[in-house]
């Protein structure tokens, strides 16, 4: 599935569930043990307002009231925003202004925002064109490497359907990451930019990423990226690994590996076989870097062996497409209706979204992102909630618990109206797992 069609959540209540996941392990796990098994518990609250407990709203930055915020990330006491629409004036689907008047943009830029007072955090400033801001190009996914004052930032075309964009292609709108010094927090210096390539040279458009610092070389730092499809070609990359070490300095990154699985999946050279769902949507690293966890959106989560990567200090190239520690399809997590999947039935359709380790713990954390039929017939209730992956056995992972709010069962269905279905989500989406401290 093309990831320009999924519609932005207009309630992310799963946000809460989420951010306390380290105590909702126990019940995930006290689950498991008693029915030997998968076994899915509704959370109390989480998708009800006024249900919220043991969170205290310290301070808040309404951010220009602009909305579609993308992801953030934190150096020293400055958060860096990204913005997932675009910098036009371009009116929504649905908009009542769509044809009559402009629909503008407040601030369609990289915000920056000192929380030297968490109570009052501040806008200070913002990057925008000829980096940011610009018509038709969303400045999805940001990240801080803070030991080289390094902003990493991806950009590529927005939607017209669900993101308030014209429409156009990825040449008219094109992808590229951009990199900039932190040396002045406030006023970042645009150092260069980058156009991924694929080892046979095609330019690729990338989706997620994830920056690991080499914990023995804080000088070292890899970037481990998707590319989402459906594509069957081994020469058509999902994933890449690139070495951003020299990219402070102003050199380019360089790539060292990649892969693509979706060939091992029988019948995958007919998309329509996976609901045109099969593609590589994230990934993540455990700490050292040598163990990364798939999440393969129709195609379930899978373990990847990453230790040669980590230990490519000389940047020479690494094929990942034969170092799957779980084989794919038959060892890799599957839940859902199936291949193909109508949706709306109790089970759901597998849209592994993120897979994301438990930090001193033999699990792995899973979500779903699913959003409403507006986008994709199958999606609307129950829409898709969190797992736990037991890795153990890196070589055959199991699914041993599972954790949803109310919205996400069957009693909650017949509340569920056309409109809530079409453009409603109580899903899970982006999960930051945390260790605790005693």
Not at 107 to 133: C, F, K, N, Q
Not at 344 to 368: I, K
Request: hydrophobic fraction near 35%.
């Amino acid at each position: 599935m093309a990831p320009q069609r999924r519609l932005p959540l207009r309630r992310l209540t799963l946000r809460r569930a989420l951010l306390v996941v380290l105590a909702v392990l126990p019940l995930v796990l006290a689950t498991a043990a008693a029915f030997g098994g998968s076994s899915a518990t509704p959370g109390p609250g989480g998708g009800t307002p006024g249900t919220s407990s043991h969170f205290q709203l310290v301070g808040h930055d309404p951010l220009f009231g602009r909305g579609m915020n993308a992801a953030l990330t934190i150096y020293g006491r400055y958060v860096y925003v990204g913005n997932r629409t675009d910098g036009s004036d371009t009116c929504g689907v649905g908009d009542p202004r769509a044809g009559v008047s402009p629909c503008p943009h407040p601030h369609p830029g990289i915000l920056i925002v000192d929380t030297a007072d968490p109570a009052h955090p501040r806008d200070v400033g913002e990057i925008g064109p000829p980096y940011a801001a610009l018509t038709g190009i969303t400045t999805r996914e940001l990240r801080v490497w803070p030991q080289q004052k390094l902003l990493v930032v991806m950009s590529f075309r927005c939607s017209s359907v669900i993101h308030a964009c014209p429409a156009g292609t990825d040449t008219t709108f094109p992808f590229d990451f951009k990199f900039f010094d932190l040396s002045d927090p406030v006023h970042p210096r645009f150092i260069s930019s980058y156009v991924p390539t694929s080892k046979a040279g095609v330019a690729i458009k990338p989706h997620e990423m994830y920056l690991w610092v080499d914990p023995h070389n804080a000088k070292r730092a890899l970037l481990w990226v998707s590319f989402p499809s459906a594509s069957v070609d081994p020469a058509r990359p999902n994933f890449e690994v690139l070495d951003l070490s020299k990219v402070a300095a102003g050199s380019a990154p360089v790539e060292i590996a990649e892969a693509n699985w979706n060939q091992f999946f029988p019948g995958a050279d007919n998309p329509a076989n996976y609901d045109f769902d099969l593609a590589l949507h994230s990934m993540a690293p455990t700490a050292d870097g040598k163990t990364t966890y798939l999440a393969h959106l129709r195609g379930g989560t899978g373990v990847l062996d990453t230790s040669e990567v980590v230990a490519d200090t000389d940047d020479h190239f690494i094929d990942l497409t034969n170092k799957l520690l779980s084989p794919a399809p038959g060892n890799f997590v599957h839940w859902g209706a199936g291949n193909v999947c109508a949706g709306h039935t109790a089970v759901q359709c597998s849209e592994s979204h993120s897979a994301v380790p438990v930090p001193g713990r033999p699990y792995e954390l899973n979500t779903d992102e699913v959003y409403g039929s507006f986008t994709t017939p199958s999606f609307g209730w129950p829409w898709g909630w969190m797992r736990l992956i037991d890795v153990h056995d890196p070589t055959t992972p199991k699914l041993v618990g599972e954790y949803k709010i109310f919205q996400n069962t069957p009693a909650f269905q017949p509340s569920v109206d056309s409109v809530t279905d079409q453009v409603t989500s109580y899903s899970s989406h982006n999960p930051t797992v945390t260790p605790t401290w005693r």
